[in-house]
């Protein structure tokens, strides 16, 4: 079934015409995103953002990959939302680590009103500390999305994950519109958007082409643009699924630099089974962000490290935060 793009004032390449750029020869496609990567960023920066789970497991909703849902028997139990406290302390190591930016995420449908306060208080912990802010708590109603922008938070993550075709094989217990519509009201908020999606879920290229066409119409573009690769969780639907060809992780990366040209792209989730010369390419192909720090939310992302020396042995510099407003 088609689906509406969002309306963009801008114009968005067809789908037939990004599904021809996925299949362009690796040189051409390379070359032409590394081109525009070039003339918007410093190739050599890469922005650093370290993840903290503040509420983790038990989540009512159903994502096929996450081991987070109360649908799936795995691993991870349901605790209760973290301290403020706690979290000060781990944005201080974060920051003393050498990130900049400072996501907190939660296994929530969507937050509770009187946790939001609690999360509020985070924010602002964080922001003391001197990084970025970043949260990620599942669909919002357009007052939490006021309430977290006036707390001072900069960053609201929010994945769309797949196609708007392929999604009812991702999460049945919403809608792509939900998903959609928590993106109006963060926008509408003031808030900076960070929207992406997952590969590796068995969906086809056309579905990648679809995703990153959506994310492209959003006005504006998202600023930041996670590229997740499925990380497989014993226990969840997703698991044993056969793992992406590593060129086609490329591809995606280098067709979301040329869609969305001034837009970070992070090289989110899965680093932990990619080669250090696997993420080289996607740095060139245009992914100038990571997540950094031994964990993502419940499951392992390399050392740091292990990080510090591929940066060093790239020639990379993590990107300087932003200035602070006048
Ligand atoms: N509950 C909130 C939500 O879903 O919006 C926020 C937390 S949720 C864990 C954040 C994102 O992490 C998801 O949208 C998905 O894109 C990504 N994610 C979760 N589990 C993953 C996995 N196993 N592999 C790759 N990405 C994953
Ligand atoms: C995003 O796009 N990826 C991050 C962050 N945004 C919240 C989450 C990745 C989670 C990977 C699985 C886990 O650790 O539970
Ligand atoms: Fe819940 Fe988010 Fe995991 Fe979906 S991805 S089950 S909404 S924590």
Request: proline share 17%.
């Given at each position: 079934m088609a689906f509406p793009l969002p309306s963009s004032p801008r114009p968005v390449p067809t789908q037939a015409e990004v599904e021809a750029m996925f299949a362009r020869p690796l040189n051409d496609l390379l070359f032409e995103a590394h081109t525009v990567h070039r003339r918007h960023f410093d190739p050599n920066a890469v922005q650093v953002s370290t993840l903290l789970s503040i509420k983790t497991g038990g989540c009512p909703?159903?994502?096929?990959?996450?081991?987070?849902?109360?649908?799936y028997h795995t691993t991870v139990g349901r605790e209760a939302l973290m301290d403020v406290e706690d979290v000060r302390r781990e944005a201080r190591a974060a920051r003393e680590a050498g990130a900049t930016r400072f996501c907190m995420g939660a296994a929530y449908r969507g937050p509770r009103d009187r946790d939001l306060e609690t999360i509020a208080r985070m924010i602002e912990a964080v922001k003391a500390e001197g990084l970025e802010t970043c949260a990620t708590l599942g669909l919002l109603e357009a007052a939490q999305a006021r309430r977290l922008a006036d707390a001072g938070l900069d960053y609201y993550n929010h994945n769309l994950d797949t196609s708007p075709e392929y999604y009812a094989q991702v999460v049945t217990t919403r809608r792509y519109e939900d998903r959609l519509e928590t993106l109006e009201h963060v926008r509408a908020a003031g808030l900076k958007v960070c929207s992406g999606g997952i590969v590796g879920?068995?969906?086809s290229t056309a579905d990648r082409a679809a995703l990153l066409r959506t994310l492209a119409a959003l006005?504006?573009?998202?600023?930041s643009v996670p590229v997740n690769e499925l990380v497989p969780v014993e226990g969840?639907?997703?698991?044993?699924l056969p793992p992406i060809d590593p060129f086609d992780l490329v591809r995606t990366v280098a067709v979301a630099r040329l869609l969305m040209p001034a837009s970070h792209v992070r090289l989110s989730a899965g680093r932990r089974s990619m080669s250090d010369e696997l993420q080289a390419l996607c740095f060139f192909a245009g992914a100038n962000s990571i997540f950094y720090g031994e964990r993502l939310l419940t499951t392992p992302n390399p050392e740091r490290d292990e990080d510090r020396r591929l940066f060093a042995r790239l020639g990379i510099h993590p990107e300087p935060p932003p200035s602070p407003a006048p």
């Open positions: 909703e159903d994502c096929h990959y996450c081991s987070q849902s109360a649908h879920m068995g969906e006005d504006p573009p998202p600023e969840t639907p997703f698991y044993g």
